[in-house]
């Protein structure tokens, strides 16, 4: 792999306390294995990259963090707590994410989309909804103001109004990355977020990315443009097979010859190959199409 792997924001960090910490995660769809045993930490104030060939189950491993899949075996833990099994619960708790493929409310406004996401911070109950007293208006001001805070935040301000389904592919994507900070994260997870931008999209996610970190929120993000990877982590780890192959610093993960081995397609030892990477990945979508509607909604909350 020939990337620059020159950095213009990221600032290595040493310091911070662990924020996430996933041991031994393993998801098995019946007899096929597509996480296997991942351990990975997050610090706060870090930004940490996932990176692998296609069905190296980098998304699995994602929605086992949180709450989407229940781990077979292993634990995940936020700021030192199991964290529970239910994706909405797992918001609630503090760590936010994207998706792979966009989930917005296409016909929903650009504003609304991020009230959503304030659902999880709202302390106003059912009868506050249904008598409109005024700890209800002054909740439904708060969320406002903060959610076209947050909309200037990411660039959208000017199309508050306008409705998710209308904005261009890569305003999209920023509208999802506001509607998961209107969750107050510490750590927030982004799943490709850069796919099928061109280059200047992708520049701006990447400064987008370290105004976040700026903000005091840790980012995990998986992403196949390995020049935006290396130019934006502080730490990467490799999942290969569903394993973790490697974990350091861009030189580090760069000069690995298992990496370079895996992206190129040559063998590597007990490499069961492309065959059962075509079976995991369709167990995921068979998982998927039992439990996105129900879970997808629940994370979106």
Not at 128 to 151: I, M, Q, T, Y
Not at 166 to 173: A, F, S
Request: hydrophobic share 40%; charged share 25%; proline share 4%.
């Amino acid at each position: 792999m020939t990337t620059d792997t020159t950095t213009t924001g990221a600032t290595p960090n040493t310091t911070g306390t662990t924020i996430l910490d996933a041991r031994g995660v393993t998801m098995r769809f019946g007899g096929l294995t597509a996480v296997n045993n991942v351990d990975l930490t997050v610090s706060s104030g870090e930004i940490v990259g996932l990176i692998g060939p296609n069905g190296a189950g980098k998304t699995t491993f994602f929605n086992c963090l949180t709450g989407l899949y229940i781990p077979t075996e292993g634990e995940v833990r936020y700021k030192n707590r199991v964290l529970p099994a239910k994706s909405f619960k797992v918001t609630a708790a503090g760590i936010a994410r994207t998706f792979q493929n966009i989930r917005l409310f296409s016909n929903m406004t650009v504003l609304e989309n991020v009230l959503v996401g304030r659902h999880t911070r709202t302390k106003e109950g059912f009868w506050s909804a249904v008598l409109r007293g005024p700890g209800f208006h002054k909740a439904e001001k708060a969320s406002r103001e903060r959610a076209l805070e947050l909309l200037e935040f990411v660039g959208l301000s000017a199309k508050a109004d306008h409705l998710a389904r209308n904005l261009p592919y890569g305003e999209q994507r920023k509208l999802e990355i506001a509607r998961a900070l209107a969750s107050e994260p510490g750590l927030l997870l982004l799943d490709e977020p850069t796919a099928g931008m061109n280059p200047q999209e992708t520049r701006a996610t990447e400064e987008l990315v370290f105004a976040i970190r700026d903000q005091g929120i840790a980012v995990l993000v998986i992403e196949h443009d390995m020049r935006f990877i290396f130019n934006l982590c502080d730490r990467v780890a490799v999942l290969v097979q569903g394993q973790k192959l490697v974990e350091g610093d861009s030189a580090t993960v760069q000069g690995d010859e298992r990496v370079i081995a895996a992206y190129l397609g040559e063998p590597l030892e007990n490499d069961p190959g492309a065959a059962e990477a075509a079976e995991v990945e369709a167990a995921e979508a068979a998982a998927d199409t039992t439990t996105d509607t129900a879970a997808g909604k629940e994370n979106d909350r």
